[in-house]
């Protein structure tokens, strides 16, 4: 690991996920929102389910890394989940505004 000289209590780590919408003149209206899931890394990987980081990704709430996690604790912890859902209320304002939809 790129942070082997470092004690593992500052393997920090995080999925970031952001969605930029953006409705064009009149109007103009633009939003940025953002879901994350903080973390930690391992030194080993664990589990089998996931792909890339999946397996040294630990969920400290969790005691698991995302690859030992069941699908639906994947989608409700997701940080791309996090951000549409975040992006549901600006979304609507920005269909509801003249000209948005």
Request: glycine letters at 14%.
């Amino acid at each position: 690991l790129v942070n082997a000289g470092a004690p593992p209590e500052l393997w920090t780590a995080r999925y970031c996920c952001v969605i930029a919408l953006a409705q064009p003149a009149p109007g103009g209206l633009y939003q940025v929102v953002e879901g994350r899931l903080e973390g930690r890394l391992v030194a080993e990987p664990r589990g089998s389910g996931g792909f890339g980081y999946d397996p040294i990704f630990l969920v400290p709430a969790r005691g698991r890394t995302v690859a030992e996690l069941s699908a639906e604790e994947k989608h409700r912890i997701s940080h791309r989940g996090a951000a549409a859902r975040e992006a549901v209320v600006p979304l609507a304002r920005m269909l509801a505004a003249p000209g948005g939809g």
